[in-house]
């Protein structure tokens, strides 16, 4: 008998080291892997360090990989940021029963610290480059079209603002994140399975508003602060607020023909670099 064949194997140590274990101890083995695991688990791949190209090469015929896979960039979606958009999105529900109850003093509250995280999370992004994200080009501009779309609803149905305009910005509004929907299709690489489509950290577009969306979505938060107000300090009926509703719907009718006129000017692709 050879010197190899009078050694054990190592399946055969680990197999004789786990019958000599009493059942305490080996939950305590078996625990302590478990948890090994689940530290080295992470919900979203690194962005500095990228997936490798074996991993994300596409697969030919007779199952041979393709030797220049399709560029990806994943990102952290966890930014502050994006965690404050999530939260303006969060008090949209709450702001719309204040007003439908007519609860307007609180409701003018909590409007006010939506709009203190509006200015935060732009605040945060432009001047610390790892809290910025190409979902949160999308995700922003999605909470602020949320927020303003519960709240024209809900003042329309407190009487406060007229029917036609609140149609428009719902209209405008629509269309946007329906382009929002088609633009991130358009822009994800093969195969487009719904868990990549829905993959936050797998950044495929970057979108740039224009400056009349800006200016418009100014507007139309002024104009909920002024129609919030208007029942606290009894100025519903001013002209002040009616001419601010024509203004608002010049500026949202302007801002929709601005996307339809620029368009792939708003729209930065990444994963095509």
């Known amino acids: 008998m050879t010197e190899r064949s009078r050694r054990p194997s190592a399946e055969h140590e680990s197999l004789c080291s786990l019958r000599s274990l009493t059942a305490e101890q080996t939950i305590?083995?078996?625990?302590?892997?478990?948890?090994?695991?689940?530290m080295s688990y992470e919900f979203c791949p690194r962005w500095s360090s990228p997936p490798s190209p074996s991993c994300t090469a596409p697969v030919l015929r007779g199952g041979a990989r393709s030797a220049t896979p399709p560029p990806l960039q994943y990102e952290n979606p966890w930014t502050i940021p994006n965690i404050?958009?999530?939260a303006r999105m969060g008090?949209?529900?709450?702001?719309?029963?204040?007003?439908?109850?007519?609860?307007?003093n609180v409701a003018l509250g909590v409007?006010?610290?939506?709009?203190?995280?509006?200015?935060l999370d732009g605040f945060i992004a432009r001047n610390w480059a790892n809290q910025k994200s190409a979902l949160g080009s999308a995700l922003d501009p999605l909470a602020d079209k949320i927020?303003?779309?519960v709240l024209y609803v809900s003042l329309t149905c407190a009487n406060l603002i007229p029917v036609s305009l609140t149609s428009m910005i719902i209209l405008r509004d629509?269309?946007?994140?329906?382009?929002?929907?088609?633009?991130?299709?358009?822009?994800?690489?093969p195969p487009r399975t719904l868990s990549r489509y829905f993959n936050p950290c797998y950044a495929t577009a970057q979108l740039k508003p224009t400056f009349i969306s800006k200016m418009n979505t100014?507007?139309?938060?002024?104009?909920?602060?002024?129609s919030l107000a208007a029942p606290v300090f009894n100025y519903v009926d001013s002209v002040y607020l009616q001419t601010l509703w024509c203004i608002t719907a010049f500026t949202t009718v302007t801002s929709a023909y601005s996307y339809y006129h620029y368009?792939?000017?708003?729209?930065?692709?990444?994963?095509?670099?």
Do not use: W
């Open 28 to 38: 305590h083995f078996c625990l302590q892997g478990l948890v090994k695991e689940l």
């Open 84 to 86: 404050l958009s999530m």
């Open 91 to 104: 008090l949209a529900p709450v702001l719309g029963y204040l007003i439908v109850e007519e609860n307007f």
């Open 111 to 119: 409007f006010v610290l939506a709009g203190v995280t509006d200015l």
């Open 147 to 149: 927020l303003i779309s």
């Open 174 to 189: 629509v269309a946007l994140i329906a382009a929002v929907f088609y633009v991130r299709y358009k822009t994800l690489s």
């Open 218 to 226: 100014a507007v139309q938060l002024i104009l909920v602060a002024a």
């Open 263 to 273: 368009g792939r000017k708003t729209v930065q692709v990444i994963n095509n670099k």
